[in-house]
């Protein structure tokens, strides 16, 4: 058997610091585009797992599924086989009306309105990133020139309640960014097991968008919510190659 096998993700030792997670075990390949020698380690339900290498930094990338749940599952298991720094990839649905399909957003904190992170600790406890590492990614959008708002956003377990309009309108008016529904248990878990944790997010749906429209036609590549999805793979990546740097030097 594989050394340290995980029960969920399928993947043992791999001595590899740095992991990417995107939601959608499809964008997986589109990471692997960016990456040489791509390999594929594991898929088990939502968790699809390549290595590669990027300006030869090895990288992991896992997908986590839907969910702060699903999330929280991949972050413990990729910690026990040596992962230290994780990036969220993922998308999100506008809050504010500056915001703009295939902007990013850069979470520096979020609004912990999910389950998972709950189920550690009380809410006291804050949803932040990891601050060296938030740097660099803010740092990695500047030197590429990619459009991006940095600032709090807002975790979710749904999108179907009967209230959700109301919901985001109440979010929106105390300057809430964007929502999503894995960014607060990726950094609620990092903070308590000593993982450095970032959030780079894709805008899919804008302010007064259509919900199901929009991902229908994210899913589908129809709109530049695409070219979003690209530039935060770039992001990411690049501020994986400067930290790697700063740690090392």
């Known amino acids: 058997m594989e050394k340290n096998l995980q029960p969920h993700i399928r993947v043992g030792n791999e001595d590899i610091p740095y992991a990417l997670l995107p939601g959608d075990p499809g964008r997986v390949a589109a990471v692997a585009q960016f990456l040489t020698e791509p390999e594929v380690l594991a898929y088990n ?19 986590t599924g839907i969910g702060g749940v699903s999330a929280g599952i991949a972050v413990e298991e990729l910690k026990n086989i040596g992962v230290k720094v994780m990036i969220r990839i993922g998308s999100c649905g506008a809050l504010q009306p500056n915001l703009r399909i295939g902007d990013l957003v850069i979470a520096s904190g ?15 406890y804050p949803a932040i990133p990891d601050t060296e590492l ?46 999503d529904m894995e960014t607060a248990a990726l950094f609620v878990i990092g903070g308590l097991r000593g993982i450095k944790t970032a959030s780079i ?28 999805e690209e530039l935060e793979i ?3 990546l690049e501020a994986i190659i400067s930290y790697d740097s700063f740690v090392k030097s």
């Open 134 to 179: 938030l740097f660099h990614v803010i740092s990695a959008a500047r030197i590429n020139a990619i459009r991006h708002h940095t600032g709090i956003v807002r975790c979710h377990d749904s999108f179907y309640t009967d209230k959700e309009q109301d919901i985001d309108r109440y979010w929106s008016e105390k300057g809430i960014l964007a929502s």
């Open 234 to 236: 770039l992001t990411a």
């Open 110 to 124: 979020a609004v912990r309105n999910d389950g998972a992170s709950y189920a550690y600790i009380n809410k006291a």
């Open 201 to 228: 997010l894709n805008v899919v749906v804008e302010q007064e968008g259509d919900l199901e429209g929009g991902i229908n036609d994210y899913i589908d590549k129809k709109n530049s919510s695409k070219q979003g």
């Open 45 to 63: 339900r939502e968790y699809k797992t390549i290595k590669g290498l990027y300006k030869g930094v090895p990288i992991l990338v896992t997908s």
